[in-house]
């Protein structure tokens, strides 16, 4: 017997069935190609939810990321806290913020053996913060540096080696703050010689405060994410505070005369950690991003996401990168040896962000809003 269709072709009875038959074969596959994608909320900084970072885990899981951005660990709280248990599946926070998302039950705990800590530097298997006593709350991602960032046609890297640059007669109105007092204000401890910039007493925290209130006749603005790169893409900033590489090496890579070092006083690192959201519907497909995002192939992606690059805690990450873009592993030092960025953390360069341990938060807060409004 044989089928005949409107245009005239044959078919066998026989073939009929075949086709039959594969198409009750794979039903679940027939299904997923035209289901609706599975909506995944993401409170995150901005770029984590792009398409250079997302897109081929949405392809792989069926999967629509749907961002809600914000700038500084503040902003987070705010968002969360108006928002209902369950609104956000995955959370990209800063590790200082690990803990109060915590200790607010915000974050679900997670099970250590689902991500490849294994793969990671030893000094990243236990990240302060990160965890409570054995249990995990946040894996961390990626982390870059905070030093001084300056106009290479303006300034010298020998220049820009000191903070001491920013009071600099040359640069009155030309230094630009990113608008949030915990890296500014851990610089200017460091600055001041205190080797935790974050753990100190009232002496020191009043002597932090009369000495950057003495730079607030060089600056010419205080700035969020936008606003930080257009003035120093533009050189209506020479020299910045409170930024690194996440900026500057965004800005580098298309063709700006920007740079970061870490002056001889030191610097601060910035670590963001993916958790997974209290209520949340779709923890296992939450937990599929963090373990997609931190394999190496993951990492090389979060290494040179579009929105801005990071240093990325994986050994084998690091191996990844450096085959697939060796230029962009050495400039951001993931490559290992002297000077490497796992260099400057072992050699006491680099000192973890925190919040402050013997101030609170708001005393650093309301003087950054006093010293903003002076």
């Not at 965004?250 to 601060?268: M, Y």
């Not at 963090?290 to 996401?305: D, H, R, V």
Request: with cysteine; net charge negative; glycine share 10%.
């Amino acid at each position: 017997m044989t089928i005949t269709n409107k245009a005239g072709s044959g078919l066998t009875r026989r073939a009929a069935l075949a086709l039959g038959a594969a198409a009750l074969a794979t039903p679940m596959l027939s299904r997923r190609a035209f289901a609706a994608p599975t909506e995944l909320t993401m409170l995150a900084w901005y770029g984590h939810a792009e398409p250079d970072m997302v897109a081929e885990f949405e392809a792989a899981n069926n999967v629509k990321f749907v961002p809600k951005y914000y700038t500084g660990g503040d902003n987070m709280l705010g968002l969360i806290s108006q928002s209902p248990p369950g609104t956000f599946d995955v959370i990209l926070s800063d590790a200082e913020y690990v803990q109060q998302l915590n200790a607010a039950g915000y974050i679900e705990a997670l099970d250590p053996a689902d991500y490849p800590f294994d793969d990671f530097f030893p000094e990243f298997h236990k990240f302060p913060g990160h965890w409570d006593g054995d249990t995990l709350y946040s894996v961390i991602t990626r982390f870059g540096f905070l030093g001084v960032a300056y106009n290479t046609d303006a300034l010298t890297q020998a220049q820009a080696s000191t903070y001491d640059l920013f009071w600099d007669p040359a640069l009155t109105g030309k230094v630009g703050h990113f608008d949030w007092h915990l890296p500014n204000l851990g610089q200017m401890s460091l600055l001041n010689g205190n080797p935790s910039p974050y753990d100190i007493d009232e002496a020191a925290w009043e002597a932090i405060k009369e000495k950057t209130l003495t730079l607030r006749p060089q600056v010419g603005g205080f700035f969020d994410y936008g606003g930080t790169f257009a003035s120093l893409n533009n050189g209506q900033m020479l020299a910045f505070a409170g930024i690194g590489d996440w900026i500057t090496g965004t800005l580098e890579r298309n063709g700006a005369k920007v740079r970061s070092v870490i002056p001889e006083q030191g610097g601060l690192q910035f670590t963001e950690s993916f958790s997974i959201g209290k209520g949340s519907a779709k923890a296992d497909l939450a937990k599929k991003w963090i373990q997609y995002i931190t394999s190496p192939e993951g990492q090389a992606k979060s290494a040179q996401m579009a929105a801005y690059p990071c240093i990325v805690p994986s050994q084998k990450g690091w191996q990844v990168l450096a085959a697939q873009n060796p230029d962009e592993a050495r400039r951001q030092g993931m490559v290992e040896g002297p000077g490497s960025a796992i260099d400057l953390i072992r050699t006491g360069r680099i000192q973890y962000r925190q919040l402050p341990v013997q101030q609170s938060l708001e005393d650093w807060n309301d003087f950054w809003s006093e010293y903003k409004g002076a």
